[in-house]
């Protein structure tokens, strides 16, 4: 809004500015594309637009701030995109807030001093390790109770125990409906109160849930895909029971969970470097301009998948097909790695078809997201 309103003086008829104010205009596009990716903002019209210029203002920024943080997600000022935006520099800035103060996010954009900032850069680094150590540690409690099956087969997950952290529970929602396929809530509790947040897919909306359940929390709302709710701790599970009871009333209870949507069906030979340059050029991808998403049948593993990252909760595998080999990993794939062994010489996977860049080489690589019963359709 206000980059709009200092932009309003260079309207056709308007007055004129200097070079200077419409260099600083330029420059500052890099925070409208932080800001707008961050806030997950539709990425269409005007903030297509404005975002494409600002990822290329962010890669040739020297502000001492937004240089640091760059360096510390150890970012490619060539190709930054929307996703290093919003997957690596805004769960930066989003953990001094969580974990820390936000105005330590703040006073790093605001920075003009480069050992000041490389400070900053490196607190907000911290933060957001510290930040994935706690997400590592709800979500495993959250799989311990699905495996013990104490949870209702129908409606929503609730997960709700006391020592969370509430800045963190809606991520460990969003990591249990990629784990689930179900909507999932998940709250932090102390003795008074518990605070929590929902997760979904499009396919099934949080929406209907929230009227019914006010009766017994103190608050809830948001949209089809994400919420809030607050309760009393004892309300737990009439919450959760309440959440069951509104799915067993529903005209879908019994459908089966739809199927993940892709866009194109591609064959293994056409998994060549060139389509993914084409594809990149369709950036910025986000919301309201989601990556494709391809199915690719008729692949078959090259040699064991291999866990890697911290908490090896990532997969890394080798894939082979129509005479190619090709890279893949699965970001948080690690609990359906089972799957893929099982499948073995007949893999269909969803993926996005990407630039891997590493070391001043480029590659193709499958970024997994889905693996698919073999031959069925689902588009």
């Not at 890099?30 to 806030?39: E, F, Q, W, Y």
């Not at 709700?160 to 529970?169: D, K, L, P, T, Y």
């Not at 969803?350 to 698919?372: K, W």
Request: aromatic share 6%; hydrophobic share 40%; glycine share 10%.
């Amino acid at each position: 809004m206000l980059w709009n309103y200092y932009t309003g003086g260079m309207e056709p008829g308007g007055e004129r500015v200097s070079d200077g104010f419409r260099t600083f205009l330029t420059d500052a596009l890099a925070l409208v594309a932080l800001g707008t990716v961050a806030d997950v903002v539709d990425l269409n019209g005007e903030n297509r637009i404005l975002v494409r210029h600002g990822l290329a203002a962010i890669g040739r920024s020297t502000d001492a701030g937004l240089s640091a943080l760059l360096a510390v997600c150890n970012i490619d000022r060539d190709s930054v995109s929307a996703s290093d935006v919003g997957f690596r520099i805004a769960p930066h800035l989003n953990a001094a807030g969580r974990l820390g103060r936000a105005d330590e996010a703040l006073e790093l954009l605001l920075c003009d001093d480069f050992d000041r900032g490389r400070k900053l850069a490196s607190t907000l680094a911290g933060y957001n390790r510290k930040r994935r150590e706690i997400e590592r540690e709800m979500v495993a409690d959250c799989v311990e109770e699905i495996e013990a099956g104490q949870h209702p087969t129908e409606g929503p997950l609730v997960f709700a125990r006391e020592g969370w952290h509430a800045g963190v529970a809606g991520i460990v929602a969003a990591r249990m409906v990629d784990r689930c396929h179900r909507p999932a809530f998940v709250i932090a509790l102390d003795d008074t109160i518990g605070r929590g947040s929902g997760r979904s897919i499009e396919e099934i909306p949080l929406t209907p849930y929230y009227e019914p359940a006010r009766s017994v929390v103190s608050t809830i709302g948001g949209h089809a895909c994400a919420g809030g709710v607050t309760l009393l701790p004892e309300r737990v599970e009439a919450f959760r029971s309440k959440l069951e009871e509104i799915a067993l009333a529903s005209a879908d209870r019994g459908a089966p969970v739809p199927p993940r949507r892709y866009d194109l069906a591609v064959d293994p030979e056409d998994l060549e470097l060139s389509l993914a340059y084409e594809l990149e050029r369709m950036q910025p991808f986000g919301a309201g301009n989601r990556e494709p998403l391809m199915r690719i049948d008729g692949l078959e593993l090259d040699g064991a998948p291999r866990l890697v990252g911290r908490g090896e909760e990532h997969v890394q595998l080798l894939l082979r097909g129509g005479g190619r080999r090709v890279r893949g990993i699965w970001f948080r794939g690690a609990a359906r790695v089972r799957e893929l062994t099982a499948a073995g010489a007949d893999l269909s996977l969803i993926a996005v078809i990407e630039v891997n860049r590493f070391r001043g080489e480029s590659s193709l690589q499958l970024r997994i997201v889905d693996h698919l019963p073999p031959r069925s359709d689902t588009s």
